[in-house]
């Protein structure tokens, strides 16, 4: 019995890296596959060729990436075009967006099938491989094995690789408001990146019911699905927007998103780079792209609309399992009336009793209080401990997966010896308030997060053991494992997906989940004889991880530390300022802002818009620079009855890359930049900043404003560029390599500040 107990728990290891280890293809080199194959090798050559140098809208990266995109298109025989103008999409960042496009003619009318990713990467230093290169790269090579196939698809198929997606995903916008073929389409496939690793998930993106998507997506059987219902669920609370989500807003055009996020400390960094990007993750959207195009290119792309949903989720040997909404409540009640079930026959048999219940409720809730608490504090920790980690505003470090590990460790070390303190309890009447909790659990996503209703399953599993350990005096290991693999299938994965994606301040989604894994794979832990000697292996490997993350916590050339500075000029106080966004200095900016720096007051400088909302730690007062100022006109000022209506030119006098205007807390009726009109509902909802222009090739920036003519208007301008280190006015020193550009924050700027008050 024993070997067999130490069998079963190998076997559930084995589980356990299964869970992982299933979720993507491996790579192996495939240069010479077939040529009606997609090929991993080949895709990569794409990623390398757009990924030379940051490519973002205004640097001169970003035109040579068009340039190689066009021509590698004509080169597989594709009739290619181009779609450019003015948006601001809906966060009020005004750019001018060229958009890629090419179009396979199908044999049969209706709904066309769109291939979407991006191709400029993030301002200022993204080399942008991952995020879109790869996307942009599975495409091309997707339709190359496409095309080499020789087969005529039922469906046109549209290649569209939109521009300024980082700025407000402007391409997809001025696409889907101006370009005829929007109206032609019926699905769209996105391919996208928030890191450089990791398996893609699939994300819905859908006005209504996601049932006949769903059904659709299986029939077209890609092999290694990886989506679940709660993803989306929580994905659509988050202000993480891509392309698609502009095609379902205003076009109620519905489609797939296949995202990688693992490795997240790359994303919109100077590491996201063509080393970096992992050979499995681009093989694993490769193997998305090919069955599906395959499927969609002939399916009926006018019926995809449904009123129901399905809950889904991946599991191994399985693929994707689906059921609808329907049936969440029918299995919530089965459960609750099968744990009742089992509550009365465990009474009736005398192997359940209120007094051994109530005992066994104090494990399951000091592990969860504990674990709980351990992960809610992690992050406060980690910081506290490594300031400089502070500056990863991503909030995922180098060494995030050693943390994820180390917390999990730890919270197994904690239930191992909580439970080996009440191993006097029996297994059935330890299993009674775990079993509740988890009923609970279920009950609340079912009313609350539907999506998550597949948590249902692996409960179903733990109700059998319930009943198997009230009925067997010593249940067979093998059997208790085989109950709990929906279990580890299913959350094993999650217990490093939400820090990854989240950041490590969800480290409590990982505590968590491991000890409510731990509840349900319980029936089989309990037989484990001395679990205090798998609380001191889960601590002892605890503390040689710690040690681990602990060395692997500096940064180095090989983990460079994200770091900022900016020469901040007021021309209203002719005044200037060094400044920073860093909390710990490295010695390249340090020496800018030295010891005189200071924290600055409260409102003192208007922040630009960040991802983050970071704000300046320090500055300082610098020598002033010559820095020519815009040149700002006003064209037209006129009263029309109870409106005034103001038109202004910005005209830059030095080479820029982005202008943010500010206004007081005043209400403006209309407003047009460029003559691109601002919704109501962001002028509604602005605060006080007007808008963003991310500018190219130096061009001017018109407003035109309409607000009530007894109001005081004032304009602040904030004209930026990312020039601090190659212009002759200033001598600071290129970065040492131990180092990178802040991601997400205005950086290696000159910004000149400029207000004026129309009364």
Known sequence: MKFSKSLALLLLLLAVYWSFKSLMPTYQPDANSDANEFSTDRALIHVKNL????HGVGFPGHQRARGYIISELKKLGLETTTQEGYTTGDWGNLSKATNILARIKGTEPGKALVLMSHYDSSPHSSFGASDAGSG????????????????????????????????????????????????????????????????????????????????????????????????????????NDTDLTVFRE?????????????????????????????????????????????????????????????????LPFFGLISYPYEWIMPMLILAGLVFLGLLLFGIKKKKLNGVEILKGAVPALITLILTGLLGYFSWTAITWWYPGFKDMLHGFTYNGHTYILIYTLLSIAICFWTYHKFRKVSTQNLLVVPTLLWLLICGAVAMYLKGASFFVIPLFGLLAALWVTINQEDASPFLLVFLALPAIFIYAPFIKMFPVGLGLKMLIAATVFTTLLFFLVLPFISQLKNKDRFAYLALFLFIVFSISGHIQSDFSEERPKPSSLLYVYDSDNNSAIWATYDHVLVDWNGQ???????????????????????????????????IPLPQIDTVNDTVIGNERILEICLTPKRAINRVDIYTNPIKLNSAKVNRIALSEYFLENRRE?????????????????????????????????????????????????????????????ILVVKTLKFD
């Open 689 to 749: 900043r007007l808008i963003t222009h991310y500018v190219s090739n130096n061009e001017y920036t018109e407003l035109e404003l309409s607000f009530p003519k007894d109001s005081t208007l004032e304009l602040t301008f904030y004209e930026a560029s990312n020039d601090l280190l190659s212009n002759s006015l200033f001598t600071v020193p290129k970065r040492p390599e131990s180092s990178i550009p802040m991601p997400f924050v205005l950086n290696d700027a």
């Open 51 to 54: 990924s030379n140098e940051p």
């Open 136 to 239: 942009v790269a599975t495409i091309l090579e997707g339709i190359r094995a496409f095309l080499e196939a020789n087969k005529t698809p039922k469906n046109d198929i549209i290649i569209l690789i939109t521009d300024a997606e980082e700025l407000g995903l402007n391409g997809a916008d001025l696409f889907v408001k101006n370009h005829p073929w929007a109206k032609d389409i019926g699905l769209v496939l996105n391919f996208e990146a928030r890191g450089s690793g990791g398996p893609s998930y699939m994300l819905i993106e859908t006005n209504r019911g996601n049932a006949t998507l769903i059904e659709e997506f299986k029939k077209a059987s890609p092999k290694y699905p990886v989506a679940n219902s709660l993803a989306y669920s929580i994905y659509k609370m988050l202000p």
């Open 592 to 626: 800018f802002l030295g010891s005189e720096k200071r924290v600055p007051q409260t409102d003192e400088y208007k922040m630009i818009p960040s991802k983050y909302r970071s704000e300046f730690t320090y500055v300082k007062e610098a020598q002033k620079k010559e």
């Open 250 to 314: 205003d076009g109620d055009i519905e489609g797939f998103n296949f995202a990688f996020i693992d490795d997240h400390f790359d994303y919109h960094t100077a590491l996201d780079s063509y080393e970096r990007l992992d050979k499995k993750t681009l093989a694993h959207q490769g193997s998305y792209l090919m069955p599906l195009l395959s499927h969609f290119s002939d399916a009926d792309l006018e019926n995809l609309k449904s009123l129901s949903d399905l809950v889904y989720v991946n």
